[in-house]
């Protein structure tokens, strides 16, 4: 009796045995899979999500005011490394009939700003200080404006900077959408010269959705150079509409991994229709400061 309990007893132990092993033996099979898809990926410059490669990604990046006609939303952006954060709302028109208004609202920013193209000019309103000014704005149909627009557009991103006599300087296309805070999400054309250049410090990792668009997911890594410096940022992880090029997230952490820059998008609509009344007039703005 006593020999068939423990027969039984080692039947039960070596079954466990079996089971352990078949787990351990699958749980490192899982890992090399997963260690060669990051090695794929780190190292590969074409990812076959819809066909999109780097350099594709790059130049819609740098060129957003192409691709695009309207373009609505707002975002959050938060700074750690200068305790800094705000919410920005945008409208953007383009064509001949271009208009677009942005409002910034923060612990340190409070302000409104409306440009339309038929005025040549932008009003920018500080709630904060009750203060307001009228800009004009350049002509962005003039020829020799455009040609000076297209020579830009057609540089690959390392022909953007220039070294002139000592002096550095950058390559930047004109700012046509007349936004400030939100261009660093309509038109990241700065995050691409900082981040992006060295294309074999960054690859495509896979999609996600941000604010129920489309986005191709870039992950990468800063050397320690004057943008890691800049921006108080080791690693970074993008997140980009392929076919505007807008930049609807990023995250930015420093060498110790804590989170330094984050931006994200809570709501955009592209190419949807913008009429006059979606805008707020002079008037409207002007108002809420007297």
Known sequence: MEN??????????EFIFILSVIAFVFGTLQNINSLKLKYKNVNANIVNID???KDYLVKKMLNTIDNFNTVEGSFEFKDNVFDSDYTSEYKVRLGDDAKSYEKAIGAYINCETLYEYSKKSVLTVDKAYKTYKHSDTADFSSPLLKEKDDIIKNKKPN?????DNGISSIYYRQNRMVIE????????????LSFLVNSNNWHIESSEKIADVDCIVIRGSLNDDIYAYRYKTSDFTMWVNPETGFLLKFEC????????????????????????SDFKSYPDILSEIK
Request: charged letters at 30%; a positive charge.
């Open 159 to 163: 022909e953007r900077f220039i070294n």
């Open 181 to 192: 805070f939100s261009r660093q999400s309509l038109d990241p054309q700065e995050m691409v």
């Open 51 to 53: 066909g999109i490669d």
């Open 4 to 13: 068939k309990t423990l027969s039984k007893k080692n039947i039960v132990l």
């Open 253 to 276: 952490f420093d060498k110790e991994g804590n989170l330094s820059k984050k931006l994200e998008t809570t709501y955009i609509k592209i190419n949807s229709p913008l009429l006059d």
